[in-house]
């Protein structure tokens, strides 16, 4: 064996018994796993909410926005057998409740408000019944819009008319739903 191929062999041995290579795939490994242990971190230390309309009948999503704790929404309608205008306000709070906080009418009538609950006043010709504070059912708002008067949605600088197509005629429900991690993440990507 000549020695110049001694010193390849040589050469080839010591390289592959040398973990010098191998200690920079430890390094980017390690700070590939680091990165990725940081990334869940945020994105599964802080809960997102949304706001979301939805049509019962196949759960299909037909309009949606971030809501944080303690943010309003209302929605405006034409009272079907008063025909007066109710205005009612809701809040998201912070135990993950929806809350009826404000009833906005121009008369009392059948399936109006009539409990003496929270403060009542008048504003602008409506009887305003304040500081309600009170759970909606199954934290959900069913209705089903209809295209006979305005029906108006509303949160943040938005306005929603669901008396127009994709609502009218189908069940709705308005509600809150929190994304999971993984929604999360693909949404970053969208």
């Known amino acids: ?3 110049n191929s001694l010193d390849r062999a040589t050469n080839r041995k010591a390289l592959l018994s040398s973990n010098a290579f191998l200690k920079k795939i430890k390094w980017l ?5 680091l990165f990725i242990i940081f990334l869940a971190v945020i994105l599964f230390s802080q809960s997102t909410y949304l706001l979301q309309i939805e049509k019962v009948e196949n759960s299909e999503i037909l309009w949606e926005a971030e809501i944080e704790e303690n943010e309003w929404f209302a929605h405006e309608y034409i009272h ?3 025909k007066s205008p109710v205005i009612e306000k809701f809040k998201y709070d912070s135990s993950g409740k929806i809350l009826t906080m404000e ?3 121009k008369s009392f009538g059948a399936g109006m408000p009539y409990e003496r609950k929270g403060t009542v006043e008048m504003v602008d010709g409506y009887f305003v019944i304040k500081d309600l504070n009170k759970p909606i059912h199954d934290n ?3 209705m089903q819009p ?4 305005p029906h108006k949605f509303y949160f943040k600088d938005q ?3 669901l008396s127009e197509e994709p609502f009218i ?3 709705i429900e308005i509600k809150v739903s929190e994304l999971t991690g993984f929604e999360r993440i693909t949404n970053l990507f969208n």
């Open 146 to 149: 209809s295209d006979l008067f």
């Open 1 to 3: 064996m000549s020695s």
């Open 140 to 142: 959900k708002l069913l």
């Open 80 to 82: 079907s057998v008063e």
């Open 159 to 161: 306005e929603i008319t």
């Open 103 to 105: 009833s906005w009418t």
């Open 29 to 33: 490994i390690l700070i590939i796993l």
């Open 169 to 171: 005629k189908n069940v």
